[in-house]
């Protein structure tokens, strides 16, 4: 060849050749690298994506296609050029897929989970989610009928007329809950308490907020009603004596009959001493109750001294193993001294009768009395060492509310709440439970 017109020397001409030669070879050495690497990176996701999902023991994979792999974007713009417009026909990696070490290398046609969209899907084994416990029955669902009467037209009704439907409360709103609680029945100075809490507690923000100053009132109230008290144990005695005392009319008979149905029906042996020996129909109604839930009575003649009937009921419940004797007692007007007098003496002749008794001495005390109740309890509290209260005839009166008070002035424990005519109605109290009753919103 001659290079003699050429514009270069033959020298450079070859170095030239030389350089493009090795430019070239570079390119493709670096193309042919880059593809190797990304290869590698696909087989490398393919591991970990194509997990077949367990299969039961002993059930084969069923027969399905191979699921097509992990493709760059440089790899799938050229296979679109290279094919027709009909959908392209599926690339397969000469590398088997990663399978779980139960399955045998001789069934590579297990269908693997897709793994981008568009791909098609595979059927997958449905592991139906665990249904939750069943909830914990509340007594919320026995209180709330009870005291529908106190949240409808009771001091809570009337509260809440003063947060419903506003976002956001006037500054004379403390002045407006002030009038609600002091006529409320919950007495003067738990209102005042409530009062003096809710100015200091709450910020100006929150007095705005009537779904914060309703959440102080619920909690307040809980807290009331949370005294330290034990549960009481029928078991830690044998007799247990328990003293019922009480105006007449409070529902002190009717209580005595259902709470020995409840003992009853938990295996206990009760004896039931008839101490109101002055109301000519309160032997009676024991009698009748102690019938019905097969109790034992101790009566006396009308007009018999009752601490001497309340004695021997309690000697005999003793000498006869009985577990619980519950003893009834007069309920004449309690601004009489005579009574007093007379409470006092039957608590002193059942230390007599038994060691350590009365064991627990409880109050029943009418809701419908309203803040009279606080009074009546005050007066009996200051005569006798009453351990806890049993509020009655919730169902049939708005002034539930001074539970609150009582709860709140005389540090007494709530036992039993009295809701309906029937036994079941005589329920254990539960502050919490109680609580969410009173505030619970009314069915429409």
């Known amino acids: 060849m001659d290079f003699s017109s050429l514009p270069i020397s033959p020298t450079e001409l070859y170095e030239l050749i030389a350089v493009v030669g090795g430019v070239g070879v570079t390119g493709a050495l670096g193309v042919l690298f880059v593809r190797r690497a990304r290869a590698a990176r696909r087989r490398q996701i393919d591991a970990v994506d194509e997990v077949p999902a367990a299969l039961p ?25 290279e094919s027709p417009p009909p959908r392209p026909a599926r690339a397969t990696s000469g590398h088997a897929p990663a399978h779980a070490p139960h399955e045998r290398a001789e069934e590579p046609e297990a269908e693997a989970p897709a793994a981008k969209p568009g791909a098609e899907p595979r059927s997958a084994q449905v592991i139906p989610f665990p249904a939750p416990p069943a909830p914990k ?17 009771g001091f809570i009704a009337r509260l809440g007329e003063l947060f419903s439907g506003r976002k956001e409360l006037d500054p004379s709103i403390v002045d407006e809950i002030e009038k609600v609680l002091l006529t409320a029945d919950i007495g003067v100075k738990t209102s005042q308490k409530l009062l003096e809490e809710i100015r200091s507690s709450l910020t100006r923000r929150e007095l705005k907020d009537p ?26 005695a044998k007799p247990f004596v328990l003293l019922v005392i009480g105006v007449n009319g409070s529902g002190k ?11 009853a029906g938990e295996g206990k042996r009760v004896l039931l001493a008839a101490g109101d020996t002055f109301r000519a129909a309160a032997a009676e109604q024991l009698e009748v109750w102690a019938g019905r839930t ?5 009566r006396g003649k009308e007009g018999a001294d009752p601490s001497s009937v309340i004695f021997d009921g309690v000697k005999r419940a003793a000498t006869e193993s009985f577990d619980v004797a519950i003893a ?19 608590r002193r002749t059942l230390g007599k009768a038994a ?12 809701a419908t009395s309203g803040q009279n109740a606080i009074a009546q309890a005050q007066i009996f509290t200051e005569a006798m060492a009453v351990s806890g209260i049993v509020l009655t005839k919730l169902d049939g009166t708005a002034k539930g509310g001074v539970i609150l008070g009582i709860a709140d002035q005389l540090r007494i424990p709530v036992r039993y709440v009295g809701v309906g005519e029937t036994v079941d109605d005589l329920r254990r109290f539960d502050p919490e439970e109680f609580v969410e009753a009173l505030f619970a919103p009314l069915e429409s």
């Not at 008979?253 to 003992?263: E, F, P, Q, V, Y």
């Not at 009834?328 to 039957?346: F, I, N, P, S, W």
């Not at 060691?355 to 009418?366: K, M, N, R, S």
Request: hydrophobic share 40%; glycine share 6%.
């Open 137 to 153: 029955e509340k007594v919320v669902s026995a209180l709330a009928p009870g005291l529908a009467r106190t949240r409808s037209s």
């Open 211 to 236: 779904d914060a100053v309703w959440a102080f009132l619920r909690r307040r109230s809980a807290e009331m009603l949370s005294l330290p008290a034990p549960e009481v144990d029928f078991s830690s």
């Open 253 to 263: 008979t009717t209580t005595i009959g259902k709470l020995a149905a409840k003992l």
């Open 294 to 298: 097969g109790a034992t009575i101790v």
């Open 57 to 81: 023991r002993g059930q084969a994979a069923p027969k399905s296609k191979q699921a097509e792999p992990e493709e760059d974007a440089d790899q799938k713009a050229e296979k679109e050029k």
């Open 328 to 346: 009834d007692t007069a309920g004449r007007l309690h601004t009489k001294t005579d009574l007093m007098q007379e409470l006092q003496k039957v």
């Open 355 to 366: 060691p350590g008794a009365p064991h627990e001495t409880w109050l029943v005390i009418d």
